[in-house]
């Protein structure tokens, strides 16, 4: 096993200034008369003591999976009638979050960033929208992208040189994002999804990281602090404006976050890649796996979220239906993404008993086949009460991409 951490100022070497910090505790354990997944969830405790979780059970709808950024209050709205008929009579509310379409600058397909001051021509009230759901019945959530920004009101020395994105070391940028954010809890919206933090500091996703984060010449506003440090700076400061605004009832969820680093900082962590609400086989690699293989650091780092179960047609429900089942049997947060209408009668009422059991989160069931393969399709509780068998592939079997992304791996390097 090799550790290599990578303690530069973004792509600089850091400045202590005298200081020293400790760059990292190994923790090593010998385990017996446990399964191996008992095994890592109590290593993953002991790596993290002090997680921050939410005080319900987390399950919402939400959009993306079938607008994938065109939509309007109107359609919201109509969004949140759906998912309350969906939950008609289940007493734990289910949020009804907004995704990327509502920020004023918003250009479909083109850019995604800020101002996140208000809403555009499509979203003329996002106060009153929050309100508008309240009344309704659901609790309102909402999508952000604090570092990727065109207010012109943003000073140069408050961006990143590599990219333009905003620089959180630079005292007067945390700030601006710290009131993103308070200005948001004070619009009503008790739980907050903040995007593209890891991309937007260092230019590169994370498969792309093998096994330096970051281009070399450049470094972050403040060169004393390590990348790390950093990126735990801008974590505590979305987390500390929500509480100080909301009294601590929002819920943070951190999405292309840096997982290890965010626990105790974010209640719920979207842990994979993007599923998607057309392509099967993409929902089965990237959702089916991190729920399996994250499922450890459900309750111990936060919760996780494995993406949302997109319904509009271009996937069979048959398949859908398994993904929506084995999110909610395993008491991780629901999310899905279903266009109003889609489904027939038989459909609805199997999607409202599985919406039901993810508003309790009461069953905890784990890939019992998760050594064996990279797509576990036996799952069990801990009682063996409940058993489920899936099967993830279609009967035309895997579909590839010519153009996928190879994900690169890393090997030992040793002196």
């Known amino acids: 096993m090799t550790l290599f951490l990578d303690v530069r100022c973004g792509g600089s070497g850091v400045n202590l200034k005298g200081r020293v910090i400790k760059l990292a505790d190994v923790i090593a354990c010998e385990m017996r008369d446990c399964t191996s997944f008992e095994a890592m969830q109590e ?27 065109k939509s309007s ?47 555009n021509e499509k979203f003329p009230d996002m106060k009153a929208l929050a ?23 943003i000073k140069n020395e408050w961006r990143l040189s590599h990219n333009n994105c905003i620089d959180p070391t630079n005292p007067e940028a945390l700030n601006y994002i710290k009131e993103d954010i308070k200005r948001i809890c004070n619009w009503g919206y008790t739980l907050i999804k903040h995007d593209f933090s890891t991309f937007d500091l260092f230019g590169k996703w994370g498969f792309q990281m093998s096994p330096l ?5 450049w470094h972050f506003y ?43 900082y974010m209640h719920i962590n979207r842990t994979g890649d993007d599923t998607s609400g057309v392509d ?23 919760e996780i979220d494995a993406d949302c179960v997109g319904i509009d047609g271009g996937i069979s429900w048959s398949m859908n239906k398994q993904w929506a089942d084995v999110l909610a049997q395993s008491g991780t947060p629901l999310f899905i993404s279903v266009r109003p209408n889609i489904l027939d009668e038989t459909e609805k009422q199997e999607l409202h008993e599985i919406l039901k059991v993810a508003s309790k989160q009461e069953h905890h069931v784990i890939p019992v086949d998760w050594e064996e393969t990279t797509c576990p399709e036996h799952w069990q509780d801990k009682d063996h009460d409940i058993d489920c068998k899936y099967q993830w592939f279609e009967e035309t079997g895997l579909k590839f991409n010519p153009n996928t992304i190879r994900y690169q791996t890393f090997l030992s390097m040793t002196e």
Request: proline share 4%; charged share 25%; aromatic share 12%.
């Open 43 to 69: 290593f993953c405790g002991q790596m993290c003591e002090d997680p921050i979780l939410p005080k319900y059970p987390v399950y919402a709808s939400n959009n993306w999976y079938y607008a994938y950024g």
């Open 131 to 153: 309100e508008k759901l309240v009344q309704k019945g659901v609790r309102p959530g909402i999508w952000v992208r604090l570092l990727l920004n065109e207010d012109e009101n």
């Open 73 to 119: 209050e109107s359609e919201i709205l109509a969004d949140c009638d759906y998912i309350l008929n969906l939950t008609k009579d289940i007493e734990n509310k289910p949020y009804m979050v907004i995704d990327d379409c509502w920020q004023e600058h918003h250009r479909l397909n083109e850019y995604n960033g800020g101002p996140w001051i208000k809403g």
């Open 280 to 302: 099967w086989e993409r929902t089965r690699f990237m959702g089916v796996n991190t729920l399996a293989f994250r499922l450890p650091q459900h309750g111990k780092f936060y």
């Open 213 to 217: 984060v970051t281009d070399d010449g």
């Open 222 to 264: 403040d060169d004393s602090l390590t990348s790390a440090e950093v990126v735990k700076l801008l974590y505590k400061a979305i987390l500390d404006a929500s509480v100080e605004a909301s009294n601590g009832e929002t819920l943070i969820l951190g999405c292309n976050t840096i997982g290890h680093l965010g626990a105790g």
